[in-house]
């Protein structure tokens, strides 16, 4: 594919999170929105607005039979994201899908490895992985200066729109377990988690998480839309220092405190706490939904693999669904 010709996209689902899509490939000199998909009519005739220059469908195969069509984009409900990604990469289109991948690690597994085998792009939507804050916190981790990491942990709370089909793990988790993983550069081998389901029967509004890496690391998450508080804040504690990643704050994204404790070398074993300054790292204010899709675009053309890639979000799937399994052992103890 020559790298000067723009990819040709179409975006399947437009409920909630499709015509955002939508709008960010729209924008991308390098992408042409060629087509737009849904079931609805009403979202087409919605989107139809917007995209006037886009052709618009209800049917994925008609999509599919478009021998000009290069990548599709996958915004539809969780269950479906594995069947009709398989079907996208299986017709020999690049795929971009929504978070999560699948609903089962088996299930990703098998679109990873359709597109290995077949030779395309396919990336997951893990929007957080490409926010200048937390690129930043990232790269604050990886360069020591925070020191060993002790712990992260992860609080993603609102008064939101309560869910049927997910639970609070897999409809806001999978933010969090993406940066989680991210961050750590290693899969946990502990995953811990309880919650409650207040509003709906079997559908966790509540959820704690725990999870322990093979470095010793530990991470906590604490996922919730029933709460009077709306928060996204990550915070790593290092041995040296700390950071907090803050993503309702609208300047202070990110925060470093020059905070620990230091060895007092006049008295074995004792250690004094210290108390330094705090700032705020410079984060660019560029819209994370555009830099993701301007990624997938890049990595399209150029052939390259992508962050978020299928490897990646078949990882987050594993520990989503660990996670799940450790939720539904505590909630058959319960009913004993």
Same mark, same amino acid.
């Given at each position: ?85 398989? /079907? ?14 699948? /609903? ?91 919650? $409650? ?72 074993? $004792? ?52 996670? /799940? ?8 103890? /319960?009913?004993?």
């Amino acid at each position: 594919m020559s790298s000067l010709a723009p990819l040709r996209v179409g975006v399947v689902g437009l409920g909630h999170w499709g015509p955002n899509l939508a709008r960010n490939f729209d924008r991308l000199p390098e992408a042409d929105l060629t087509w737009i998909c849904d079931a609805s009519e009403e979202a087409r005739d919605r989107s139809a607005v917007s995209f006037p220059e886009a052709r618009v469908s209800g049917e994925l195969d008609e999509l599919l039979a478009d021998p000009e069509l290069d990548a599709v984009v996958i915004a539809t409900p969780v269950p479906t994201h594995a069947g009709l990604a398989g /079907q996208v990469i299986a017709a020999g289109k690049h795929c971009f899908v929504e978070k999560p991948l699948a /609903q089962s690690a088996l299930e990703a597994e098998a679109v990873v490895t359709a597109a290995r085998d077949a030779g395309l792009v396919l990336m997951v939507g893990h929007l957080l992985e490409y926010h200048p804050g937390i690129v930043r916190l990232k790269e604050l981790a990886d360069s020591g200066e925070l020191g060993e990491i002790h712990y992260i942990y992860g609080n993603r709370l609102n008064l939101g729109k309560l869910r049927a089909e997910e639970n609070a793990l897999w409809s806001l988790g999978a933010h969090d377990v993406s940066v989680l993983l991210g961050l750590a550069g290693e899969e946990p081998t502990d995953c811990t988690a309880m919650g $409650e389901s207040y509003m709906r029967e079997g559908v966790e509004d509540v959820v704690f998480c725990y999870l322990r890496f093979p470095s010793g690391l530990a991470a906590h998450l604490h996922l919730s839309w029933l709460d009077p508080h709306k928060e996204r804040r990550f915070t790593v504690v290092g041995s040296r220092k700390m950071a907090t990643f803050d993503d309702m704050e609208v300047e202070r994204k990110l925060t470093v405190y020059d905070k620990g404790f230091d060895e007092d070398f006049s008295s074995y074993g $004792e250690y004094i706490a210290r108390s330094g300054d705090s700032w705020s790292p410079r984060v660019p204010n560029d819209e994370p939904l555009l830099l993701e899709c301007g990624h997938f675009v890049g990595c399209v053309l150029d052939g390259a693999i992508p962050r978020s890639d299928g490897e990646s979000g078949l990882r987050v799937v594993r520990v989503l669904e660990d996670l /799940q399994r450790s939720l539904d052992r505590g909630r058959s103890a /319960q009913a004993v």
